[in-house]
């Protein structure tokens, strides 16, 4: 069975510009989750979904940051326009339901530079 | 609110020795715990987790942790560091009813031969 996997693995661009990053779940897995680690700092969470709508979206840093998961498979997060202060890396998780003990399976995130 | 506090970013151990990783959380309700792992060019692996069963949790690749509810810890432990144990480990706290894991800061591990 596939993990959770996360496009691109890098992307470097220059401050201004938009960036889209994508997230597949585990097949199956109704819970979606972002998070995010700055350089240095600890892995934050920006938010959650649960099938295509937002369960819990109090995480997400300001209005440039987009998030949408149509149909309830595959996510995307969308920067624009990106800011120095957005470098990091971005993780997604997926579990397959909201129990006390779930496990969130994550992915290998995407490394984003802003320049 | 609920938060982990990992002591020590680059923990050193030689190959053989005791590995204790150390994580303090502070959640105004009985926690959900784990510890995660993350190796090179990977994404995080969870290790092990603490859902009241047991204070004393057993994990993967032989890691375990104890349950301290009087110190607030969680710290992670194993008897014998292993080369292949290099990688970064965290600690996380989840509140029961809630879904976001708060993760500690992270702590390098390395192994010397």
């Known amino acids: 069975e596939a993990g959770v996997t996360q496009f691109p693995s890098h992307s470097v661009i220059e401050k201004g510009q938009t960036v889209t990053l994508r997230c597949d779940p585990i097949?199956?897995?109704?819970?979606l989750y972002w998070y995010r680690r700055v350089m240095g700092k600890e892995i934050k969470f920006l938010l959650h979904f649960v099938k295509e709508s937002k369960q819990d979206e109090s995480g997400m840093p300001n209005n440039r940051f987009l998030a949408e998961r149509t149909g309830g498979t595959y996510s995307t997060l969308k920067v624009q326009p990106a800011e120095l202060e957005d470098s990091g890396v971005y993780f997604c998780?997926?579990?397959?339901?909201?129990?006390?003990?779930?496990?969130?399976?994550f992915g290998p995130g995407t490394r984003l530079t802003v320049l | 609110a609920q938060s982990v506090t990992q002591l020590g970013s680059h923990v050193s151990v030689s190959e053989g020795a005791l590995v204790l990783l150390r994580c303090n959380y502070s959640?105004?309700?009985?926690?959900?715990l784990f510890w995660y792992v993350q190796y090179p060019n990977q994404g995080l692996q969870l290790l092990l987790k603490y859902t009241s069963a047991a204070t004393l949790v057993k994990g993967i690749n032989g890691f375990e942790a104890e349950f301290k509810k009087s110190e607030t810890s969680f710290h992670l432990t194993k008897p014998s560091a292993h080369m292949s144990d290099a990688a970064e480990y965290f600690c996380a706290v989840r509140m029961g009813g809630y879904q976001k894991v708060t993760f500690g800061t992270g702590t390098k591990l390395q192994v010397i031969p």
């Open positions: 959640s105004s309700v009985p926690p959900y």
């Open positions: 998780a997926s579990s397959q339901d909201s129990g006390a003990y779930n496990e969130q399976f």
């Open positions: 097949s199956g897995h109704d819970n």
